[in-house]
Structure formats: structure tokens, C-alpha cells
């Protein structure tokens, strides 16, 4: 009996007082790729890296295991959006936040009075990162002089920040001083 996952202040759990079990989890890892029509004999596909990872679950809320059905949909429904760590089993799962995405609700029992007394609770977390972190990166050459100068900010995702930086870099020319100091004449 314990905690079995959670995420930000949510728990999921099973103990004497509380029955909040996570079900039906999924989860898949998946390749981000572009086709290639070039025919000068580059590769036909190139890979970009990896797709954003997302997780889907739910859980059975029962007012009979000591939860208040109708106040975790209304925790849950402001809680779209935010980005935490999701923990199994007292480990993180995957390399960071995950951001939720959407609550479902279905399934829903009330009785005569208009009082939840069940519902399936079905989430869609996707993986987070923060805008800084994959936004910008200043591509920084060196001019003749030997001065670093900036090319401009690049707005577009990490990868294509990266090979931007080394198309700058094959650029680059020896200044003139620099080629003195290795002419074997």
C-alpha cells in the first residue's frame, strides 16, 4: 500500500483510507525524420532526432474509496497545462516534465441528488521543454579581425540552430596574421 505515482501534488495511490489507482498507461518513443528527394546521393531520410514523448492513463475516482469525485475534476481540470516530473514508483519516468494536455472525463455515476459518485479520468501528458532551453542560440563566428561577432538569433528548433552554428563555422577564414605565423615561407 502507497504512493504509486505522481504528478506535481497529484498522487496515485492505495491505502486504507483512499483508493486512486493509475491504470492503462502508454507511452511510446518515436523517431523525428524528414524525406529527402535530393538524387546528388545524400541519404534519403534524415533523422532530426526524436518526437516529443507522450503519456496517456487514467484512473476511477469512487466517492466510496474516499474520493471526492466532483473536487478532482475541478483540480485536475486547472491543472492543464503545467509541467512537472511524473514519478512511478518513487523513480522520475523519462528525461523531465511532462505537461498535461487534456483531461477526459467519462463515465460518470451520480446519484438521485446530482453527487458524483464515479468517474474515469483519462490523461494525456506530453513531454516539456521550457521555451528557453530550445529557442534561441546565437551562432558566434569570428571576423578577420579576430573580434567575435553574432550572425543573428536563431529562432528555430535546437538541431537546426546547431547546424546553422556549423555552416558559420565552415566560413570562417584564418585572418591574414594567422596566415603569416604558418606560411613555411
Same mark, same amino acid.
Given at each position: ?14 491505502? %486504507?483510507?483512499? #483508493?486512486?489507482?493509475? &491504470?492503462?498507461?502508454?507511452?511510446? +518513443?518515436? =523517431?523525428? !525524420?524528414?524525406?529527402?528527394?535530393? *538524387? ?44 512537472? %516530473?511524473?514519478? #512511478?514508483?518513487?523513480? &522520475?519516468?523519462?528525461?523531465?516534465? +511532462?505537461? =498535461?494536455? !487534456?483531461?477526459?472525463?467519462?463515465? *460518470? ?77
Amino acid at each position: 500500500m502507497g504512493v504509486i505515482a505522481m504528478w506535481g501534488t497529484r498522487k496515485f495511490e492505495i491505502n %486504507p483510507s483512499r #483508493i486512486y489507482p493509475l &491504470s492503462g498507461f502508454t507511452t511510446a +518513443f518515436k =523517431l523525428k !525524420s524528414d524525406a529527402n528527394a535530393d *538524387t546528388s546521393g545524400t541519404q534519403p531520410i534524415n533523422t532530426r532526432g526524436r518526437e516529443l514523448e507522450q503519456i496517456t492513463c487514467s484512473t476511477r475516482c469512487l466517492a466510496s474509496a474516499g474520493v471526492d469525485v466532483r473536487g478532482e475534476m475541478g483540480i485536475w481540470r486547472g491543472m492543464v497545462g503545467q509541467a512537472y %516530473p511524473l514519478m #512511478i514508483g518513487g523513480m &522520475s519516468f523519462g528525461a523531465g516534465n +511532462f505537461q =498535461l494536455e !487534456s483531461v477526459n472525463i467519462s463515465e *460518470t455515476e451520480l446519484d438521485m441528488n446530482g453527487t458524483f459518485l464515479a468517474a474515469t479520468l483519462s490523461f494525456t501528458f506530453t513531454e516539456y521543454i521550457p521555451a528557453n532551453a530550445a529557442a534561441t542560440a546565437k551562432a558566434t563566428t569570428t571576423s578577420a579581425s579576430g573580434k567575435s561577432s553574432s550572425s543573428g538569433t536563431a529562432t528555430k528548433s535546437m538541431s537546426e540552430a546547431i547546424a546553422a552554428q556549423k555552416q558559420e563555422a565552415l566560413k570562417t577564414k584564418a585572418s591574414a596574421d594567422d596566415k603569416t605565423k604558418r606560411s613555411p615561407y
